[in-house]
């Protein structure tokens, strides 16, 4: 039990379906992650939300979108995606210092999401 | 921009002899630096981290790190190898972004232990 929790844990969707993703971090941190693994690639920071502020977006199709409505948890919406989004999808959770000496950067993540697009 | 290098795909190695898994580092300023496991079907572990201090860090399950400054590597090692060690290994380097961090993760390295 690593305190972040993702739901589902498996997702198969067509390309013209809505859904969403959900995290959960029990952890009491202030800083969450979408992080994209694919096969045969480095994992992929997608979106970094501190204090529920979004401060980072790395170029991600708007087919993806982020929801962060408290530090506990966090949303990807899914909308049109093509079969090259399949993935699995990892939320992560991080204790933000008064000063960045004092955060020392490690990340705790969910078991991740698979989501299969057909 | 911070990036990490993890030159090896796969590193095959038998139970009970010594593991390293490779990581080299790119960063301006000081380093924090982390490894993670990943077993199939489940999220990344966190194993250990440097910040400062002793070159020599120690983790969780038995492994260890070496920072080595002047070859800019962080390898991870184990002195004697069970078939359980068998997963995906993560290298990682912090940057930020505003006042969270942010990790930068390696292409991952595949650990297989035979009996």
């Known amino acids: 039990e690593t305190g972040v929790t993702q739901t589902p844990r498996h997702l198969v969707m067509g390309m013209t379906n809505k859904k969403s993703l959900k995290c959960e971090q029990h952890?009491?941190?202030?800083?969450m992650y979408w992080y994209k693994q694919s096969a045969k690639k480095p994992l992929e920071l997608m979106f970094v939300?501190?204090?529920?502020?979004?401060?980072e977006n790395n170029s991600v199709p708007s087919r993806f979108s982020p929801e962060c409505p408290n530090s506990s948890h966090l949303f990807l919406h899914l909308h049109t995606l093509q079969p090259e989004d399949s993935a699995l999808y990892l939320c992560a959770s991080s204790q933000l210092g008064l000063a960045l000496s004092a955060n020392t950067g490690e990340l705790f993540f969910g078991e991740g999401s698979r989501l299969t697009v057909l | 921009a911070q990036s990490v290098a993890q030159p090896e795909d796969q590193v095959n190695v038998a139970e009970g002899n010594p593991l390293t898994v490779k990581c080299t580092y790119s960063v301006s300023g000081n380093p924090y630096l982390f490894w993670y496991v990943q077993y199939p079907n489940r999220g990344l572990q966190f194993l250990l981290k440097y910040i400062t201090g002793d070159n020599l860090v120690k983790g969780s399950y038995g492994f260890e790190a070496e920072f080595n400054k002047s070859q800019t590597s962080f390898h991870l090692k184990k002195p004697s190898a069970l078939v359980s060690d068998s997963a995906l290994y993560f290298c990682a380097v912090r940057g930020y972004t505003g006042t969270a961090s942010k990790l930068t993760f390696g292409t991952g390295t595949r650990l297989q232990v035979t009996l």
């Open positions: 939300y501190n204090f529920k502020e979004q401060t």
């Open positions: 952890l009491g941190h202030n800083a």
